[in-house]
């Protein structure tokens, strides 16, 4: 590969929105993507506890402090670039909805961003379900998508931490990821 190849390659990697936010803040603003963002950080464990029921928060593994602190920072990353998204869905779980509404000020419950950690035969319906979701995404509008780690990978291949988002395109192809620090 040549010198100019190779920084071409540099240049044209998904990672390095995370190091210039104006890309990536130009990347949404050109839409037909969605912000895949994994709920923010959690009070320690994997998973819910036993006997866990959605419509009550108390019964999840919910967002710390810090979680809840992390999602006005994101909140606040896509407000000063003036980014609104056109949607903004979320899981059922506490964590998810919570992570949308401190960030984004609102949420609408989508049963096909739910975990399915623990019951994986949803795995191949819900993923379809994204993935025909994502080929309607407009151009000059983005969705963003609060949701699990096993969602995430499940749909992308991909691992992240809480909190960080991965940017698809139309096609499901990551095209940037960031954590909106």
Known sequence: MHKRQFIGALL???WLAQ????ALGARLRAGACVVLLRHAQTDPGVGDPTGF??????TQRNLSAEGRAQAERIGQ???????EPGAVQSSAWCRCKDTADLAFGRHRVWPA???FFGEYRATDAQTAQLRAALKGMPAGKFEVWVTHQV?????TGEGM???EGL???AMGKVVARSTFA
Request: some cysteine; hydrophobic content about 45%; proline content about 6%.
């Open 113 to 115: 961003l739910n975990s």
């Open 151 to 155: 969602n995430m990978t499940a749909l």
């Open 53 to 58: 029921r959605l419509d009550r928060c108390s």
């Open 19 to 22: 190091a210039q936010p104006d």
């Open 167 to 169: 940017v698809l395109d």
């Open 161 to 163: 931490v809480m909190g």
């Open 12 to 14: 044209a990697a998904p």
């Open 77 to 83: 990353w896509f407000k000063s670039r003036g980014l």
